[in-house]
Antibody, heavy 119, light 114 residues
Framework: QVQLVQSGAEVKKPGASVKVSCKVSGYTLTELSMHWVRQAPGKGLEWMGGFDPEDGETIYAQKFQGRVTMTEDTSTDTAYMELSSLRSEDTAVYYC????????????WGQGTLVTVSS | QSALTQPRSVSGSPGQSVTISCTGTSSDVGGYNYVSWYQQHPGKAPKLMIYDVSKRPSGVPDRFSGSKSGNTASLTISGLQAEDEADYYCCSYAGSYTFAFNYVFGTGTKVTVL
């Protein structure tokens, strides 16, 4: 079965960038469609983007376009999410999660990575 | 695109049933049979409970069920148990090409077991 293990917590200053990793085991990354979801403290889940297997492209939520980059290293089965120009509102737990096909459900999820943006 | 609308909270006594609604539009919930539901306990990652509107993954108790009518999906928990107390989120596929993004989550509902 698929397991996702994320990198550890990060503390960044406003204006900086953060890169969160998500290591896949049990399957290869090429067999999965990786997505990223974040959750601000006390708030709901927010889809950031991911690989759309229907058109073979990575799609970003409009809110994050221009600031987020999602990449994959298939040699290590590791996915990355980099968010730039950080501001305090980006303080959140960032989750990676996979879908098996277009329109599919998110399962499983990584354990989450807390990113704190503070001066 | 706005988040799907869920009630802020629902509650019930052990053994009772509760239903959580999830209202979207014809561009998401009403347009696809790709609604999923997630349970989240404090400090934990979300867990898939229902997919494709009404299907249960292996290991999820059959007291959890899902349905959809028009632009509104619903999650029903029958025979409420203490461990069901958690936050629940719906999620819908919203297509691609036409929209800037293709998944939207609900606002979340806290289920309290009295």
């Amino acid at each position: 079965q698929v397991q996702l293990v994320q990198s550890g917590a990060e503390v960044k200053k406003p204006g900086a960038s953060v890169k969160v990793s998500c290591k896949v085991s049990g399957y290869t990354l090429t067999e999965l469609s990786m997505h990223w979801v974040r959750q601000a403290p006390g708030k709901g889940l927010e889809w950031m983007g991911g690989f759309d297997p229907e058109d073979g492209e990575t799609i970003y939520a409009q809110k994050f376009q221009g600031r987020v980059t999602m990449t994959e290293d298939t040699s290590t089965d590791t996915a990355y999410m980099e968010l730039s120009s950080l501001r305090s509102e980006d303080t959140a737990v960032y989750y990676c999660a996979t879908i098996a096909a277009a329109g599919g459900w998110f399962d499983p999820w990584g354990q989450g990575t807390l990113v704190t943006v503070s001066s | 695109q706005s988040a799907l609308t869920q009630p802020r909270s629902v509650s019930g006594s052990p053994g009772q049933s509760v239903t959580i609604s999830c209202t979207g539009t014809s561009s998401d919930v009403g347009g696809y049979n790709y609604v999923s539901w997630y349970q989240q306990h404090p400090g934990k990652a979300p867990k898939l409970m229902i997919y494709d509107v009404s299907k249960r993954p292996s290991g999820v108790p059959d007291r959890f069920s899902g349905s959809k009518s028009g632009n509104t999906a619903s999650l029903t928990i029958s025979g409420l148990q203490a461990e069901d107390e958690a936050d629940y989120y719906c999620c819908s596929y919203a297509g691609s090409y036409t929209f800037a993004f293709n998944y939207v989550f609900g606002t979340g509902t806290k289920v309290t077991v009295l």
